[in-house]
């Protein structure tokens, strides 16, 4: 039998092991979290998959295939090169894999539209490869937490529904840009300001649709980076901008030399585009363009003459035609206006008070502007603000409560990209559970069970009912009322529905960044 004293040293080994690298658990159940996720990622490789998959495969083709000096004004394929360069270096690198792992897939002209099992295995084992960015940016955010709020926003991120659907469902690499994007935050949160910018510089040089939150950085950086005084805070202001610029030297700067800036300026801003997407992404503008349909309709009955419209909602304005039957027409310039007015008291907010513990915050409620008030915004656009909150969500029971309903009408507003009957027990099944995982993480938190659990509001609580009767309708009831008639009602009720929930949240973050210190 041994002695009770024996196991002294052992003890004493594992607390020094500790002490000399005391994240080493977090590391540890990171990577099982990881693994769970990577192997319902797998799971999906055989699903749906949208247009973006042969678009990503045509940038493979082009960047491997072609000189820089082509890559943006090549057409042999309709998905041309349309996000900045480095997102191009991305692809080029990802092409010297692919070629090795099946020739075709890097062929230009033969690969148009190659579906073999090789090319489908690997542009989606390189989406989950490019999550490591995501999980590294997830790690350093969180491995000071305490253990419940650590696993909760793992679970949010990590196990993101939205990210399913969208990255490794439909395709797309946002998981990847989301990881930079959190990176740059933690280093914000942490102080390192100039890192911080710089790996914000680096993102838009990936995808300048995260420019949106810009004016917020530049508030920040200029505020809180650039103090200390006239002459030291004048060089700071010179180091962050000799290195922003230097990012974006190192991605233009080689299309520069062939002079194809004004190409590739013109594919990553193609404004002849329409102010809404194909489907409406669920924002401002579905409230604009029903009431316009509205008011047409009841002046029509009361006698007057009303000019239907020409252009389309989705298409882009048609010479100096309007969309809108009575409400003025709405142009880039309007939209730009409209986002920096939303943002306006955020900026300053940030411009009197630069705290970093409220930047994540911020910049999400930056992005929130841009979703609802920006020209033909996506519905995946709602990833660019869900993801950073699921940082903040733990916070408060206000936090909780707050995300618990925007991450449903998130991840709901994104049922109309999977379409097809195989994967609707999928959306399905991944919403469900998320909400459970959700109800059960935050009601852990005794505040909260305390205080009414994550639903104390009657009204809320209707709003969370309405998702049942409009997927009832969308799903069952309309075919069986309209049958093949009305196929773009059911989306525009989901893009109304869940409207209302984003104009809610749009408003709620308003009044949290308002009102704070």
């Not at 190659?114 to 960015?133: E, G, M, W």
């Not at 990012?247 to 233009?252: E, G, L, N, T």
């Not at 009720?493 to 009102?515: D, N, P």
Request: aromatic residues 16%.
């Amino acid at each position: 039998m041994e002695h009770p004293n024996q196991e002294k040293p052992q003890k004493s080994i594992e607390k020094r092991t500790h002490l000399q690298n005391p994240h080493r658990h977090v590391i540890k159940d990171l990577v099982w979290f990881s693994l769970v996720a990577a192997f319902f990622k797998l799971l999906l490789i055989p699903a749906y998959h949208s247009t973006d998959f042969e678009v990503h495969r045509n940038w493979l083709a082009l960047t491997h295939t072609l000189p820089l000096s082509q890559w943006y004004t090549d057409e042999t394929s309709p998905w041309t090169l349309d996000y900045p360069p480095f997102f191009a270096y991305f692809e080029r690198f990802l092409a010297l894999f692919a070629s090795l792992v099946d020739p075709t897939i890097t062929d230009l002209y033969n690969g148009l539209n190659y579906k073999a099992p090789s090319v489908i295995i690997f542009q989606r084992l390189s989406v989950i490869a490019s999550d490591t960015t995501l999980i590294y940016s997830v790690y350093k955010l969180t491995k000071n937490m305490e253990l419940k709020k650590r696993f909760l926003i793992w679970v949010l991120v990590v196990w993101s529904p939205g990210l399913l659907i969208v990255d490794h469902v439909h395709f797309q690499y946002n998981g990847f840009l989301l990881g930079i994007l959190l990176i740059s935050l933690g280093a914000l949160q942490n102080g390192n300001d100039l890192f911080g910018g710089f790996v914000f510089a680096v993102l838009l040089c990936f995808k300048h649709l995260f420019a949106v939150a810009g004016p917020v950085y530049f508030v920040y950086l200029f505020r809180h980076y650039c103090r200390g005084g006239i002459v030291k805070g004048f060089g700071k202001l010179v180091t962050i901008g000799t290195v922003v610029v230097g990012v974006f030297m190192a991605a233009y700067g080689p299309f520069a030399y062939y002079g194809q800036i004004q190409e590739v300026l013109r594919r990553m801003f193609p404004f002849g585009r329409g102010l809404c997407h194909a489907y409406w992404a669920p924002n401002f503008w579905v409230f604009y363009i029903l009431a316009d349909k509205a008011l047409a309709s009841v002046l029509s009955k009361l006698g007057f003459h009303i000019q239907p419209p020409t252009a389309s909602f989705t298409g882009g304005l048609v010479g100096d035609s309007s969309p809108f039957a009575i409400l003025p027409t709405i142009t880039p310039s309007v939209t730009f206006a409209i986002v920096l007015l939303a943002m306006s008291p955020c900026l300053v907010k940030v411009w009197r008070n630069p705290d970093p513990k409220m930047i994540v915050r911020q910049v999400a409620y930056a992005y929130m502007c841009g979703f609802l008030f920006g020209w033909h915004v996506h519905e995946k656009a709602s990833l660019h603000f869900l993801i950073p909150l699921a940082v903040v969500a733990v916070e408060s029971i206000e936090d909780a409560r707050h995300y618990f309903i925007l991450s449903i009408v998130s991840v709901y507003s994104l049922f109309p990209l999977l379409y097809e009957a195989q994967e609707y027990p999928i959306k399905v099944t991944l919403l469900l559970l998320h909400v459970a995982l959700m109800w059960f993480g935050f009601s852990e938190s005794g505040s909260v069970s305390k205080n009414g659990g994550l639903v104390n509001r009657w009204i809320v609580k209707m709003y969370l009912v309405g998702f049942v009767v409009v997927e009832a309708w969308a799903q069952f009831l309309h075919p069986l009322v309209f049958g093949h008639r009305l196929p773009f009602l059911p989306l525009m009720m989901i893009s109304f529905y869940c409207a209302l929930g984003m104009m809610y949240s749009w408003i709620w973050q308003l009044r949290c960044i308002v009102r704070s210190p």
